[in-house]
């Protein structure tokens, strides 16, 4: 059976300590080189990788396609509107044709059930780019983030602060696995799924309060409000205004407090411009991790983790 990563649960505590371990090893192997120069194991020489893009993307694009040509293996990008899948082929058949063409498939779409599908069907390993339900990938840069800052994971306190969208479904599925804790500040009508929280077994809670979430924090993260087609953005906006990350509200967290913020970014918004291009800001690491910890994801998908 291909080793697919659809969520960090594929890989459990184990598999996320040992992909870390392995992204930090090879960032600090790499340091000086040129980007485009193979890693000196070349361990995916050979291979290739499929990403489809039904989402647009710039970070997650450009890292899978870095991540592989490192590792010395090879990449085919498309957006389905290129495909035959953006014109009525099943998800099933293109997974059955990109496994014959591939050794590996990323798929970056809007909906959870199309990837469950392409994994239903594929041969190969099939890896989450992002979904409406969770964005693993993301989350495992943010982990990588975090411990080469020097913080451990386990007994941490992570605030979250804004909507409860797919980014924060993934970090609560984090917490659980690797012993940290989420508080997250969400206004009604815009929590995570209940579920989850209630599957964090005690990991994960919500509250209404922005400085209750933040207080004593060690990392304090948000993600863009509006995304990608969704409607209703002055409501949402609206909803949502109280909980902009600004200095006032860092100043809650510990001293040495970091913030995270997936990219896009929207100043003024969601977080203010003295935070996120502020000294407690890693936002650049975190985006530059994107390629360092699927890098990782993608060895322990082929088994060499």
Known sequence: MPRHFLSLSDAGPDGIAAMLADALDRKFARQGWPKGRADADAPLAGHVLACVFEKNSTRTRFSFDGAMRQLGGDVIISDSSQMQLGRGETVADTARILSGYCDAIMLRTDDHAKLEEMAAYASVPVINGLTDASHPCQIMADLLTVVEAGKSLPGLKVAWLGDGNNVLASLVEAATLMHFDVVAACPQGFQPDEEAIVR???????VASPREAVEGADIVVTDTWISM???????KLAALAPYQVDA????IAKPDAKFLHC??????EEVSAEVIDGPQSLIWAEAQNRLHAQKSVLRWCFGQI
Do not use: D, K, N, V
């Open 248 to 251: 006032a509200l860092m100043a």
């Open 200 to 206: 964090s077994s005690g990991r994960a809670r919500i």
């Open 229 to 235: 087609g969704q409607a209703h953005a002055e409501t």
């Open 263 to 268: 990219l896009p970014a929207h100043r003024g």
